[in-house]
């Protein structure tokens, strides 16, 4: 049990950290779409 739900943490952890490191790059992409 214990390993099954440090391994859902693991992945949560991995889909949050994933998630703010692609927030800029959106934000620039729509920088760029407003500019043109």
Do not use: C, H
Request: aromatic share 2%.
């Amino acid at each position: 049990m214990q390993a099954k739900n440090d391994e859902e943490r693991s992945a949560i952890m991995a889909k949050g950290n994933m998630t703010i490191r692609m927030e800029p790059e959106l934000e620039a992409q729509a920088a760029a779409l407003f500019k043109s």
